[in-house]
T-cell receptor, first 115, second 113 residues
Framework: EDQVTQSPEALRLQEGESSSLNCSYT??????LFWYRQDPGKGPEFLFT???AGEEKEKERLKATLTKKESFLHITAPKPEDSATYLC????????????????FGKGTHLIIQP | ETGVTQSPTHLIKTRGQQVTLRCSSQ?????VSWYQQALGQGPQFIFQ???????GRGNFPPRFSGLQFPNYSSELNVNALELDDSALYLC????????????FGPGTRLLVL
């Protein structure tokens, strides 16, 4: 069974204070690892897709990296508008994540950036 | 390009009732997946529809059922509602392929009393 564990559960930073969020995963075969941002009461907003170990992607103040067992979301010089819950999800090649193409999500990291 | 839309935005039902939630996929996408998100949890996969057929299901009972229409829109039906069914129901659309990204709609907030 696929598993995704995110840490920390919550993180409070000062504006401009860089940090990293962790996503550890267990899958029989990785089809893709996804990062989403979710604001309260809204649907997840897509950030990145990573397919293989060593891959990196960047978007503004965010950078996602992938190894064979975990992924990191690095936040550089964050601003208050970066406050949100960040979700990590995996898609398994064998479909053991609940279906042929279902995503298995972690519980998320609740990030607060204080001005 | 039109994004994923869902209706209604909010819904209140009583235990034992039935509910239908609707989703319109993003233009160009042929696959729809449904997720349930309880408060403080990550989304949980319910099932996926491709070519109007169920294409995989998570650990949800048969009272959760769905449909996909020729225009790729979809419905989620839940019978015999239980209090624990109260959650945010999310629809995501994608183009069926290896590792294709799923794009989510705004969700429907269901409260069962």
């Amino acid at each position: 069974e696929d598993q995704v564990t995110q840490s920390p559960e919550a993180l409070r930073l000062q504006e401009g204070e860089s940090s990293s969020l962790n996503c550890s995963y267990t899958v029989s075969g990785l089809r893709g690892l996804f990062w989403y941002r979710q604001d309260p009461g809204k649907g997840p907003e897509f950030l990145f897709t990573l397919y293989s170990a060593g891959e990196e992607k960047e978007k503004e103040r965010l950078k996602a990296t992938l190894t064979k067992k975990e992924s990191f979301l690095h936040i550089t010089a964050p601003k208050p508008e970066d406050s949100a819950t960040y979700l990590c999800a995996v898609q398994d090649t064998g479909g053991s994540g609940g279906g042929a193409d279902g995503l298995t999500f972690g519980k998320g990291t609740h990030l607060i950036i204080q001005p | 390009e039109t994004g994923v839309t869902q209706s209604p935005t909010h819904l209140i039902k009583t235990r034992g009732q039935q509910v239908t939630l609707r989703c319109s996929s993003q233009s160009g996408h042929n696959t729809v997946s449904w997720y349930q998100q309880a408060l403080g949890q990550g989304p949980q996969f319910i099932f996926q529809y491709y070519r109007e057929e169920e294409n995989g299901r998570g650990n949800f009972p048969p009272r959760f059922s769905g449909l996909q229409f020729p225009n790729y829109s979809s419905e989620l039906n839940v019978n015999a509602l239980e209090l624990d069914d109260s959650a945010l129901y999310l629809c995501a659309s994608s183009w069926r392929d290896r590792g294709e990204t799923q794009y989510f709609g705004p969700g429907t907030r269901l409260l069962v009393l």
